[in-house]
C-alpha cells in the first residue's frame, strides 16, 4: 500500500529495554509519558536474561515514531524515502 505508514522492523536482539519507545507512543496518543498507553509493549519473556520482546498492540498505526526515538536499533523502520 502506498500510504505514509512506514514498516516497522523489530530487532530484539538489540533492544535494551529502556522503555523510551513505550513513552513516546504513548505521549503521541495520550499527551503524557504512560507506558502502559502505548501501542508498542517491551516485555521481558525471559526473566532475568536480558532478552526483551518488542510487540504492537492494534492501536499502532504504523507512524514509525518509536523507530525514530529508539537509540539502540531495537526497532527501526523501511520507507523512509518519502
Ligand atoms: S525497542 Fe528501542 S526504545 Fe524500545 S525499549 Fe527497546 S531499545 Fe528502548
Ligand atoms: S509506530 Fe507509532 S503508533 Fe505504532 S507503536 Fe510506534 S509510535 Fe506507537
Redesign the pocket.
Same mark, same amino acid.
Given at each position: 500500500m502506498g500510504d505514509s505508514k512506514r514498516a +516497522?522492523v523489530v530487532n530484539p536482539d538489540s533492544c535494551v529495554g529502556c522503555m523510551t519507545?513505550m513513552l513516546?507512543?504513548s505521549y503521541? /496518543?495520550t499527551g503524557t509519558y504512560c507506558p502502559a498507553m502505548?501501542?508498542?509493549i517491551i516485555s521481558n519473556p525471559e526473566g532475568d536474561s536480558g532478552m526483551f520482546a518488542v510487540l /504492537?498492540s492494534e492501536?499502532?498505526?504504523?507512524?514509525? +515514531?518509536?523507530?525514530a526515538f529508539c537509540l539502540y536499533g531495537g526497532?527501526t523502520r523501511t520507507g523512509e524515502g518519502g
Open positions: +516497522l519507545c513516546r507512543c503521541k /496518543f502505548a501501542a508498542v /504492537f492501536k499502532c498505526d504504523g507512524c514509525g +515514531l518509536c523507530a526497532i
